[in-house]
T-cell receptor
Framework: GAVVSQHPSWVICKSGTSVKIECRSL??????MFWYRQFPKQSLMLMAT?????????EQGVEKDKFLINHASLTLSTLTVTSAHPEDSSFYIC?????????????FGEGSRLTVL | SQQGEEDPQALSIQEGENATMNCSYK?????LQWYRQNSGRGLVHLIL?????REKHSGRLRVTLDTSKKSSSLLITASRAADTASYFC???????????FGTGTQLKVEL
């Protein structure tokens, strides 16, 4: 099946630093990837839609300058949390859709747990 | 809220019993999907049902969709301890490119 690799799986950083999270589709191409944020025992909140070769589309209330998204190739999207603060601590999950076999299904990475001290 | 609401929020059953989870939504959909998430992990796609379908099966899973009531249900038959996880419904909208997740049901299957 389609595999999405997300890295790092966990990261601890100091307040004020920036953290980059990578999302790679390993065996398929994805023109569209999605970034979600999940708080403990809660649902996934869509942050932004990452489009290959163009600007990301952010959901209402998500600061685009805070959460920088780059989708430079058909297999890689990155999320950079800039000037991270403790309230940014969360579980970030990416997902991707196979652009060739588009069944509507999303393939998810294993998530990245960010802890900002 | 634009999210789907799921109930129950938590469900605890014995191995071998059936587990039923319900999902309600407010706006129109292209499809409705169910995902499973083990604690601290990513999500795994279980089943997709299109808006013009009423029922779908996959192994021990059975999904129904009632668009008139804007609701769906996921039935897991003959549950196993390994089925313990959180289950989310997700509405596919906007040409199917966007998924909006429900609040989830935490299922615990005890031996």
């Amino acid at each position: 099946g389609a595999v999405v690799s997300q890295h790092p799986s966990w990261v601890i950083c100091k307040s004020g630093t920036s953290v980059k999270i990578e999302c790679r589709s390993l065996d398929f191409q994805a023109t569209t990837m999605f970034w979600y944020r999940q708080f403990p025992k809660q649902s996934l909140m869509l942050m932004a839609t990452s489009n290959e070769g163009s600007k990301a589309t952010y959901e209402q209330g998500v600061e685009k300058d805070k959460f920088l998204i780059n989708h430079a190739s058909l297999t890689l999207s990155t999320l950079t949390v800039t000037s991270a603060h403790p309230e940014d601590s969360s579980f970030y999950i990416c997902s991707a859709r196979d652009r060739v076999i588009n069944t509507g299904e999303l393939f998810f990475g294993e998530g990245s747990r960010l802890t900002v001290l | 809220s634009q999210q789907g609401e799921e109930d129950p929020q938590a469900l605890s059953i014995q191995e071998g019993e059936n587990a039923t989870m319900n999902c309600s939504y407010k706006t129109s959909i292209n499809n409705l999907q169910w995902y499973r998430q083990n604690s601290g992990r990513g999500l795994v796609h279980l089943i997709l049902i299109r808006s013009n379908e009423r029922e779908k099966h996959s192994g021990r899973l059975r999904v129904t969709l009632d668009t008139s009531k804007k609701s769906s249900s996921l039935l897991i038959t003959a549950s196993r301890a390994a089925d313990t996880a959180s289950y989310f419904c997700a509405r596919g909208t906007g040409g199917g490119n966007k998924l909006t997740f429900g609040t989830g049901t935490q299922l615990k299957v005890e031996l």
